[in-house]
Every structure is written in structure tokens, then in C-alpha cells.
């Protein structure tokens, strides 16, 4: 369902920006110092130990018989007599620890404009969402050299269908970002859990896909550094004349976590006509997810893992650069059983499926049969980027080539197509109540077989002969902040004009009391049953937000 989560995707990354470290209290512990003056002891005097730099004196000699008998600084010397180490005030003094701890608690509830699901209806969707992220962690600088950062997560979300059916609640606890930075003269080495972003748009970059994504996180509403999972890796980075170089190894696989059945967000939504079993309990439905399109996994370490390396130089006021990734797709090339995928041409064409064929899925599913195969491919991803100021605006443009790519036609049959894709964004750039960002994202796809046309990005209409399928969409946020910053009103929205889907997310916010945010907001979404953004047109809520800063 690589194509479904090809248009899922283009939605759930919405976003203004990359995501920022929260702001925390400072922990300095200092260093103990000797003080530079020495009392005077009569004909006895004791200088400061230490080079000139410190008021000592750095050469050897015997003092003059008016000032009596000096201590002198003792530097340690080899058998030549060549100087062998310098005492500790002859280099610079070391630096303060430093510690920064941080958490914040986030919520959101939504609620269902229109509760038009029959009760008993597999598909059924939810009346109410009510979601909970917390992070606590901390920063630590032990020296210039050694910076530590460890963050933990916890995510607990509950919901349930009209006169609440199959309500249910799930705890996630995980590690967030746990690393180590070691900062040498050469190269900067970073080592542990972690997130890596590759590209020039902080959103959309094509080549910015080492991590894998949370799309469980909502279209509009999800905030950026829920979006990214951290994995563990290793990023080295260092500078080759005026070229920035970053490479990064990622030797366990982790995929992006998605939802199949049983949520608003899910992948099955009622245009594609499958239903799941009922008999599924919602206790376990959403820790059944993660495996139940895949049968196989990349192996790990010594197995090949994910490598990605980028260069960028500055070119006049530009900045530009290149880079390359080779990994494993995040998301598995699902095969579907040919009745499975009798189902679901019937559903993508809006006839009613056999009857027969229905109830013998529903009997090997029961059984344990394996209906859909899947597995994750080896991609790779030539990118160009280049990034610039013009007065007070940001501008990004991403371009990128992909040899051979897992996408899916109509009847989900998976397709391995080459794909260039490219992203231009615009974006505020000055400190100002005035937000904007506005970004055009294009796919290609060379050389379609006429029979085939592409699920969620292409109408049925576009089949009948060989072609390159074009794919546009347009995604924006405008918002600005009243009352000196406290009060923040903003419009997210994304439309894809060849079949004139779109969706919407008006949000208003108040920030005026210390480490609170409250807000109310909507996210709507209109098109074709089968456009990208039309696919979750019953998904439309009103949504309540209050996010809360323990430090």
C-alpha cells in the first residue's frame, strides 16, 4: 500500500518548519580556582603557578637577594631538557558544565463533525480521539568536547465509535533521541538514537529519509518532532575546505509506523472496499499493526543498513549541495492474494464485490493463511538542493531522482518505477507576528503502462495510454500572532488540483499564561473518494489543544 502511503504521506508532513528543542532551566556547575595573588610569607614568596597569561613566570632563574627565595612554577622536562607538559593554566581553562533539563505534556481531543457510521460497520469511524504526548529529558555539556542528550517518550491515546463501541486505549513508552556528541578537531561525531535530516525543505525534502515517519500523527495537527522517529546511528560530520560534509549509518532497521484498520488515519478507509474481521478485539487492533502487512524484515548489522552522505558549499549567497542515500524502504511492498485484490478492484470501481470471494477471505483470514506478502526493498535517492535568502523570505528547492521505487496502481498491484521528485518552498525568514510558507511539491513518473494508473494520485480517467504521470500539489500555512505573541491565529491547508482535493486546518491559540498554550482548531478534508486528501473526507473534527512546559 506503498501508493496509499505515497498520498497519506504527502498530507501527514504539513508542516511549518523543523521541529525546535524546547527551552529549559541551566544547571552550571564551576570550577574551583586558586587565587592568583599569594599572601606575603616574609622573605618567602609563593608566585602563581601558571604561564605568563596567569601573572607566573614561565622562565627559570634565581630571584634577586632583595625579593629572598621564589617558588618558582615547576614544568615538566624531558632528558634534553625539551618542555614534556604544560600545567593546567598554560591552555585554556576547561569549560563549565552545563545541564539543561526539559518536558512537556501536549493533548489534543477531537471530535467527529458527522457521525454517519453504521453502528456494527467494520470501518466504522471514530467519534472522539483523545491523544497525550509527554517528553522529559535532558542536555548536558561536559566539556567543549563531550555533549550528552537523553529524552523519553510516552504516548497514550484512547478512542471510540458512536455510543461508544469498541472504545479502547493504548500506553506507548520509548526512547526519544538518546545520544552522544563528541566534538574533535577533524570531525564532529554524533552516536546513539537519533534523527538525522538530509535536504532543504524541512518538510518535504525527497532525500530526507533515513528516519522513518509516525503517520499515525494526524495531517495538520501533528507537530514536526513527532513526525521523524529517532533511530540508532551514527552521524559524522566535518568540513573539506568550504564544502560541509555529513554522512550518516544507520545499521538497525526500523520501519514507519502506520495504522491499517481501526482508526480514522488508517490506510483501509471504506473507498478501497476491503473490510477487516470483526472478531479482532480493539484491546490488541492497534498492537497488531506494525506487522500485519509484512512477512519479512531487512536483516541487521553486518547486513547493509541505511547510509546517506550530503555535501553542501555556499556560493555567493547561495547555498548549495548534493547528496545520496542508500536504504531500505520504511514501508513494505505489499503483494496482495488475488482475491484480496479481486476485493479491491471491486471496491476502487464501485461495484459490489462476490459475495463468495468476500466470505472466503473472511474464512482463510480466521484460518491464519498469509494474504498479503510483504517486504522491504533496497532504494536509493540522487538529490540536488539549493537554499537562499531574498530579503526576509527563505527559499528551498529540493530536486531528486529514485532509480526504482515501490508505488501502487489502482488495484494496489505494486509497481517498481523510477520517480523524480521535486519541492520548492517559500517561507518567513524574519522575526515577525506575519507567518507564511508556502510549498509546491511535484512527482514524475516515467513510462506507465497504459492499463495501469496510480492509486490516490491519479484519476481513473488518466488510463488508456503509455505515459509519465504528473502529480502537483500545494501545501501552505499562513498565521500571525496578536497581542505582543499571545494570542495566534493560523491556516494550514494542502489542494492537489488535477482532481481538486483539498483539505483545511484554521487553528487559534492563546499563549498568555506562563508554560501553557490552549487552543481550538478544525481539520476538514474534501475531494474524489479516491484523491488523495477526498480518500479521508469522513475524517473531518474539531479539535481542542493544551500543551503545558514542566520546565
Known amino acids: 500500500m506503498r501508493s496509499a ?10 508542516l511549518s518548519g523543523a521541529a525546535r528543542a524546547e527551552d529549559g532551566g541551566t544547571l552550571v556547575i564551576e570550577e574551583w580556582r586558586a587565587p592568583v595573588d599569594a599572601p606575603d610569607a616574609g622573605a618567602l614568596q609563593v608566585e602563581p603557578w601558571g604561564g605568563e597569561a596567569d601573572g607566573g613566570s614561565a622562565t627559570s632563574g634565581v630571584a634577586d637577594a632583595g625579593a629572598g627565595l621564589s617558588i618558582e612554577p615547576f614544568v615538566p622536562e624531558g632528558p634534553d631538557g625539551t618542555v614534556t607538559a604544560e600545567g593546567p593554566s598554560a591552555s585554556a581553562p576547561p569549560h563549565e558544565p552545563t545541564a539543561r533539563v526539559f518536558g512537556r505534556l501536549r493533548s489534543r481531543l477531537g471530535v467527529d463533525t458527522r457521525f454517519d ?10 467519534v472522539f480521539d483523545f491523544r497525550n504526548r509527554a517528553t522529559l529529558g535532558a542536555d548536558v555539556k561536559l566539556s567543549d568536547a563531550v555533549r550528552l542528550y537523553v529524552e523519553a517518550r510516552a504516548w497514550w491515546r484512547a478512542s471510540g465509535q458512536r455510543a461508544f463501541d469498541r472504545t479502547k486505549a493504548v500506553l506507548e513508552l520509548e526512547p526519544g533521541e538518546a545520544f552522544v556528541d563528541l566534538y574533535t578537531p577533524r570531525v564532529d561525531l554524533r552516536l546513539g538514537n537519533q534523527v538525522v535530516a538530509f535536504g532543504a525543505n524541512a518538510a518535504f525534502a525527497p532525500s530526507d529519509q533515513l528516519n522513518p515517519r509516525d503517520m499515525r500523527e494526524g495531517f495538520l495537527f501533528g507537530a514536526p518532532e513527532d513526525l521523524k522517529l529517532p ?7 566535518t568540513t573539506l575546505g568550504r564544502v560541509n560534509v555529513v554522512a550518516a549509518y544507520f545499521p538497525f532497521f526500523k520501519a514507519s509506523r502506520y495504522t491499517v484498520f481501526g482508526q480514522d488515519e488508517a490506510l483501509v478507509q471504506p473507498a478501497l472496499g476491503l473490510k477487516p474481521p470483526r472478531q479482532v478485539d480493539p484491546s490488541i487492533e492497534d498492537g497488531l499493526q506494525p506487522h500485519l502487512l509484512e512477512t519479512s524484515r531487512p536483516m541487521a548489522w553486518p547486513w547493509p ?6 555535501a553542501t558549499t555556499d556560493v555567493g549567497d547561495v547555498t548549495v549541495g548534493g547528496s545520496w542515500i542508500w536504504i531500505n524502504e520504511k514501508l513494505p511492498r505489499v503483494t ?7 476485493l479491491v478492484r471491486a471496491g476502487t470501481r464501485g461495484t459490489e464485490p462476490d ?24 532504494q536509493q535517492v540522487f538529490s540536488l538542493e539549493a537554499q537562499a535568502l531574498i530579503r526576509s523570505a527563505q527559499l528551498d528547492v529540493d530536486v531528486a531522482y529514485t532509480p526504482a521505487q515501490t508505488i501502487y496502481a489502482s488495484d494496489l498491484k505494486p509497481l517498481r518505477k523510477a520517480v523524480i521528485t521535486w519541492v520548492v518552498g517559500l517561507s518567513q525568514a524574519a522575526d515577525s507576528p506575519f507567518l507564511y510558507n508556502l510549498t509546491w511539491v511535484g512527482i514524475a513518473v516515467p513510462n506507465l503502462p497504459s492499463e495501469d494508473y496510480l492509486f490516490l494520485l491519479e484519476p481513473a480517467t488518466a488510463a488508456g495510454a503509455p505515459r509519465t504521470v504528473s502529480f502537483q500539489a500545494l501545501f501552505a500555512l499562513v498565521g500571525y500572532a496578536f497581542l505582543d505573541e499571545r494570542l495566534e491565529v493560523t491556516l494550514r491547508g494542502g489542494f492537489e488540483p488535477i482532481q481538486r482535493s483539498w483539505a483545511l486546518a484554521p487553528r487559534i491559540a492563546w499563549k498568555g499564561w506562563p508554560r501553557v498554550s490552549v487552543g481550538v482548531g478544525a481539520e476538514l478534508f474534501e475531494g474524489r473518494a479516491l484523491s488523495p486528501f477526498g480518500y479521508f473526507d469522513r475524517n473531518d473534527q474539531v479539535l481542542a489543544t493544551f500543551a503545558y512546559d514542566f520546565f
Request: charged content about 15%; proline content about 3%; aromatic content about 8%.
Open 231 to 237: 533511530n540508532v546511528g551514527v552521524r559524522a560530520a
Open 305 to 310: 543498513g541505511d547510509f546517506g552522505i550530503q
Open 355 to 378: 459475495e463468495a470471494v468476500a466470505a472466503s477471505v473472511q474464512d482463510r483470514f480466521l484460518a491464519g493463511q498469509t494474504l498479503v506478502t510483504g517486504a522491504y526493498l533496497r
Open 5 to 14: 502511503l505515497f498520498g497519506f504521506g504527502l498530507v501527514v508532513t504539513v
Open 117 to 126: 457510521s453504521l453502528r456494527g460497520d467494520p470501518l466504522a469511524e471514530n
Open 336 to 342: 496482495l492474494d488475488p482475491e484480496v485484490a479481486a
